[in-house]
């Protein structure tokens, strides 16, 4: 099969690490794609850079400068100049519009570092889900890799991986245990896309032999 | 450590099999300890039938009988004559009474078909919580034990257990991958709290080395 083109969605302040892990799988082979546009919402964030010094394509769109409906429609043409197969957010955390979703159904991803449904939805990112999963004293958590659909940590779930949790972690100890494993389901993921082996079937991934 | 003295909580429905579990291991000596006495809400309910088959005392304690606290004050003198250090709930169902919980603090268990906080809850008991899983298409369930506590699932956990999903289970088909790991979990939890190595500090429970 051909390569995919791959957009992967940045946030503000994230380090990049996913974004990272992704541009070293479509470098090494592991990802059958390579990262043909970082999106991101401000050129500063530490992602963006990132892609800058890997002379990696970025586009900078901040929200703050368009009605929602047009945020979007600069998305859609960026994603169609660059003639995006599939969208990973990578610490993206806004609401992508309707049409985009509609557009893009079953071709955009995320991953949480946690065991959907357990420590996800609204507000749950970053370090809040640590806390959450150290607060609750699960002995086990984990990342996992969804497609997005309309709302917070409701899509089809992809792949899911397991941690231990530890008495005496803290959410810095628990997120970089977490980290690694976010990495490799995520290449996984985007890897079995790029075969064409995901095919969801209702509110479940089906992953073809 | 001298041998604990287990009661085990049965419900009028369940087969019984982790009343057997718990008996097998104690009899093996997985377990330090004994299953004292069985306390069901009725004579004829399966797992009764098995107490009595293998000439373990049991005691059924009809709810409709009593009132609320009346109910409460005759488990709790059960509880007593039989000299009981844990309670094992396996299967039961009712809330226990506010005094029961007190006088047991951190001496109730009860194991869960999830890995809590995932499809736990009221209402969520047997093939409810495989169906719920199934559904939302996770690829990993388990098993979870946990000391109980004022509400539904949500007291200290003490041991996780870790199945994958697979995409053509049914709930059946998962409740039968789940079912060893709640065994193998409840045998672990409760020779933990035998050999008095189960710590609750706050919402989490310590291993002890």
Redesign the interface.
């Known amino acids: 099969m051909n390569p995919i083109n791959i957009a992967v969605l940045v946030s503000g302040q994230g380090r990049g690490t996913n974004l990272q892990a992704i541009l070293d799988a479509c470098a090494n082979g592991r990802i059958n794609g390579k990262v043909a546009v970082v999106i991101g919402v401000k050129d500063d964030a530490p992602a963006m850079q990132r892609a800058r010094d890997q002379r990696i394509e970025s586009v900078s769109v901040s929200p703050k400068d368009f009605s929602e409906d047009d945020y979007n429609e600069v998305l859609l043409s960026i994603l169609r100049d660059f003639k995006i197969d599939l969208i990973c957010l990578a610490g993206y955390m806004r609401k992508l519009g309707q049409k985009l979703i509609d557009t893009y159904r079953d071709r955009i991803m995320n991953v949480h570092p946690a065991?959907?449904?357990?420590?996800a939805g609204h507000g749950m990112y970053g370090h809040h889900v640590h806390e959450a999963a150290?607060?609750?004293?699960?002995?086990?958590s984990?990342a996992t890799v969804q497609f997005v659909d309309e709302d917070y940590d409701t899509g089809?779930?992809?792949?899911?991986k397991?941690v231990p949790v530890l008495?005496d972690d803290t959410p810095d100890v628990l997120a970089a245990r977490v980290l690694p494993e976010e990495h490799r389901a995520y290449v996984e993921a985007i890897q079995l896309f790029a075969q064409g082996r995901l095919r969801v079937e209702?509110?479940?991934?089906?992953?073809l032999e």
């Open positions: 065991l959907i449904p357990s420590f150290i607060e609750r004293g699960v002995k086990v984990g089809p779930i992809i792949i899911q397991i008495f209702g509110r479940k991934v089906r992953i």
